[in-house]
């Protein structure tokens, strides 16, 4: 049975909707309100305070931390300066994804990762025979992000021992909010300006009714799931057991993904020193990878006609589907899309799917499939380049 986070007190007084989901064994908010169009909002036109905690999250030190890291994951970590946040995915031998997350150097020899899914027995596994100290601090550590056009100047307006006017995208700073040590890094899920908050999580409720009481000046709203899993697709980002899957997870070879067929390429450094999965990645990016995951724009006026040629209005979910849907070229399947949504801000209906590598090019032309009144059809749909929506706020300074 789930279990609150350090913030349940908090985020149950304010759940009118009591629509929850299990996030890692945790109770998660899905809307807060019997709809998410307001936590949407914040999100892009406000602040939006959303509970992370459920994230798994380690802490490594000791003289070989920087080692151990360097050969898990595919990035260079070597290039990676204290204080600096970085995303990457991680392997098996075989080259396929285990999971994804992000890995801030805390000190030269300190890390925080972050992973969706449990991963300290494969982090320990690759450990062996290193002087390194992993520690499981999912528990202990609390996060909160808050993402919005307005979170730069809420948190400037409460934070002390520290400054984060120019604190860069993929930055971590230290400070303190209500008098609580806590880290910042300009880092988030929504492809926003934003922020996520580490801190020790007996003192998360402090944290939390200081930003939720500092930020009523900026309109800040508490945000559950929905709302972040439409702006998430927005922002061209992925999510494992929907866009993809563990490895480790995988029934069949269909569901295991490498990071040339996420459209991750730019993450691998094969030249670099040896790491999990090293091999098999060069054998792929000699061959060629088979399929790749895009983004799409549907045609919306086809949609619409569909359902004037029924005597209806037009009707889309403002909930992002995690429903498999065919894709098509010329009446031949050539991939899915895995999560699909209509964009609020963008006012287009777009998703992300998995395709053929020979359909993976921008501005190819394919069909996405459709159902009106239990009538399956095909739409026009075009790849188009990630992220959809990508403001300047996200990465300017200072804020």
């Not at 934070?159 to 909010?177: E, M």
């Not at 709302?227 to 563990?246: K, M, P, T, Y």
């Amino acid at each position: 049975m789930p279990v609150g986070t350090a913030f349940h007190e908090r985020t149950l007084a304010l759940c009118e909707s009591l629509n929850y989901r299990e996030w890692a064994g945790y109770y998660t908010v899905s809307a807060y309100e019997t709809h998410h169009e307001h936590e949407y909002n914040a999100i892009r036109n406000a602040s939006a305070l959303i509970d992370i905690s459920p994230l798994y999250k380690y802490r490594l030190s000791g003289r070989d931390a920087t080692r151990l890291v360097d050969r898990v994951v595919t990035r260079n970590v070597q290039k990676v300066k204290v204080g600096q946040v970085i995303y990457t995915p991680w392997c098996d031998e075989h080259g396929k994804v285990i999971d994804d997350g992000t890995v801030s150097r805390l000190e030269e020899n300190t890390y925080r990762w972050t992973a969706a899914d449990p991963s300290l027995r494969w982090f320990t596994q690759n450990a062996s025979g290193m002087d390194v100290d992993i520690e499981d601090i999912s528990e202990s550590v609390s996060a909160l992000a808050l993402q919005g056009p307005t979170s730069g100047r809420l948190l400037k307006s409460l934070i002390t021992d520290g400054d984060i006017t120019n604190l860069k995208y993929f930055r971590v700073t230290s400070a303190a909010i209500a008098g609580i040590p806590v880290d910042i890094s300009r880092t988030g899920y929504t492809g926003d300006l934003g922020y996520e908050i580490w801190m020790p999580s007996e003192h998360a409720v402090t944290v939390w009714d200081a930003l939720m009481t500092g930020g009523r000046a900026f309109d800040i709203h508490a945000a559950g799931m929905l709302a972040l899993d439409v702006a998430r697709v927005e922002a061209g980002l992925l999510l494992i057991d929907v866009d993809f899957n563990s490895s480790k997870k995988a029934l069949v070879d269909e569901q295991r993904y490498s990071p040339f067929e996420m459209g991750l390429g730019r993450l691998v450094n094969l030249d670099k020193n040896r790491f999990v999965g090293q091999s098999a990645l060069i054998a792929e990016k000699k061959r060629g990878h088979a399929r790749e995951i895009v983004g799409l724009e549907i045609d919306w006026p086809q949609v619409e006609s569909l359902y004037e040629d029924v005597g209806l209005p037009p009707a889309v979910s403002p909930i992002a589907s995690r429903v498999a849907i065919p894709v098509y070229k010329e009446g031949v399947q050539v991939g899915k899309a895995t999560t699909s949504t209509w964009s609020p801000t963008l006012k287009k209906m777009i998703a992300l799917a998995t395709v053929r590598r020979e359909y993976a090019k921008p501005g190819t032309r394919l069909q996405f499939e459709i159902t009106v009144e239990a009538v399956r059809h095909s739409v026009r749909a075009t790849v188009v380049k990630t992220p959809f929506f990508n403001p300047k706020r996200k990465t300017a300074t200072p804020v």
